[in-house]
């Protein structure tokens, strides 16, 4: 009975189909099946199944596909090569739809390609082939985001590049946070970024966690899970499946943090709810609590202390 037991199917109701994802890419399933199919109480067929799946990350670092990533590296390489000029040596690192801001004769985003390599960062457009910017990893003092609103009036994330030459420039990227990281990473410098970070060792989180946000559409709500991140920046929320932050407040953003009841994917029936200018945001996590208290430590730690609330010579 206990083996039976044992082998019993089980099912947590709070997994969702991104937390599917999220594991086969980034720890992977192997599978080791054999199974027959019979009619009749006599066997036919006889499947012997050992398969591995994993995302493309995972198989590389445990020595699988290489030879698959070695090949399409080579050919991405000399496709590239034939629209944007590459040193001896240089190789592409990472490439995303990008843009420049061209701010001389006249003011407008020019989209393009965002490339970096083991030597520059790009933004490149194939046709008609122009290179729209580009400065060496040497030469950058400090890389940053920047929030700034957009046509429309949505806030977008920006890229804010400071050369050693005093020159400033501003890039898009569709994973700003993203590429940021990757320059950081591929620099490995200790310069200071204009927020009071190194570029080859970016601050940790605040706060990272496992979170579940509530979207509402035209049928109602529907909780969907991600990660959240609390830096000293803002919090922000992301799924798997998107290749944005679909929440981002600053401390000065959030109003009115508080807690309601709602039905949700944890065994809590508490979630933490705020009003934005756009919006009100609903939160729920298993650890919901401590995120309060981090939040309303963020939010507060930059307000000024009341006069009221001075007391000469520090004592009460």
Do not use: C
């Amino acid at each position: 009975m206990a083996e039976d037991a044992i082998m019993q199917p089980t099912r947590d109701p709070r997994a969702t189909l991104p937390d599917l994802i999220e594991v086969l890419l980034n720890k992977g399933v192997y599978l080791n099946l054999d199974l027959l199919i019979s009619v009749a109480d006599i066997p036919l067929i006889g499947i012997n199944l050992r398969a591995t799946i994993a995302g493309i990350e995972t198989m590389l670092e445990y020595g699988m596909m290489r030879q698959w990533d070695k090949e399409t590296r080579e050919w991405v390489q000399k496709s590239v090569r034939t629209h944007l000029p590459l040193a001896e040596g240089e190789e592409i690192l990472a490439k995303m739809a990008g843009g420049h801001y061209q701010d001389n004769f006249y003011r407008t985003w020019r989209p393009g390609s965002a490339y970096l390599t083991s030597q520059r960062l790009i933004i490149h457009r194939r046709d008609p082939a122009e290179t729209l910017w580009q400065a060496k990893l040497s030469s950058i003092e400090s890389i940053t985001t920047l929030r700034e609103p957009s046509i429309g009036g949505e806030e977008r994330t920006r890229i804010f590049v400071r050369l050693d030459d005093g020159s400033e420039s501003k890039l898009s990227a569709l994973e700003p946070e993203r590429l940021i990281s990757l320059v950081q990473e591929q620099r490995g410098a200790a310069a200071e970024t204009s927020s009071g970070r190194t570029l080859g060792n970016p601050t940790q989180p605040l706060r990272h966690g496992r979170m579940w946000y509530l979207e509402t559409v035209a049928t109602g709500g529907t909780w969907r899970g991600g990660e959240a991140s609390l830096t000293e920046k803002e919090l922000t929320w992301k799924s798997p499946m998107d290749s944005r932050a679909l929440v981002r407040a600053s401390a000065g953003q959030m109003r009115d943090l508080r807690w309601e009841r709602h039905n949700n994917p944890t065994d809590g029936r508490r979630i933490l709810t705020f009003d934005t200018d756009r919006s009100t945001v609903r939160l729920a996590a298993d650890d919901i609590s401590d995120w309060h208290e981090e939040l309303e430590r963020w939010r507060t730690a930059d307000q000024p202390i009341p006069a009221e609330a001075k007391i000469d010579g520090g004592e009460e």
